[in-house]
């Protein structure tokens, strides 16, 4: 794969992938109700869900996924409702920092990691950009094991500093919220978020 075609590729998915959607808004809704404690995993779940899309869209595969394509909107869904489920938890987590930070604690990384893998094999943002803008972008015919993994290694950096970005932005606002009144409105602001994100994959 050449150099342009390269930057090419990554300056669109950049844009993609920092755009709004559901996935920026877990990430930021988590972080900001939660702190950064989880996000590796968190931010892991997407970036495998992104690599599995692109897989299904360079290889034959993706007939198997049109062909299959119920097993994905399951997995939509269960997306869908995992979001609601962390949506409830923020708007009725208690408005002390200090059990945020446990309930934090209490989250496991797998359930976390398997949480925003669901989400990202079924959010249309992402299938929208791998199945139909990635194939304008690339071409897929005549691309190669190298090109491939040239193209894995760019997801797996853009998508981690994007993503980390958002974190550590959500983090930084997080500590000017002090007083327990801040702090249930972050929670339920966050809950709203998630909420959102959560209609937003169930609906398209």
Known sequence: MTLAGLLTFGVVYGAAVASPGPGVAAVLARVLARGLRGAPAFIGGFLVGDLVWFALAATALHAVAE???FVFVAVRYAGAAYLLYLAWKLWTAPAASDDAATAARAEHPLRLFFGALSLTLGNP????FFMA?????VDLGTLGLPGCLEIVAAIAVILSAVLGGYALLAAFGRRFITSPRAV?????GSGAMMAGAAVTIATR
């Open 125 to 128: 943002k992402v299938i929208f």
């Open 184 to 188: 249930r409105i972050v929670n339920r």
């Open 133 to 137: 803008l990635l194939p304008i972008v």
């Open 67 to 69: 062909t299959f394509a």
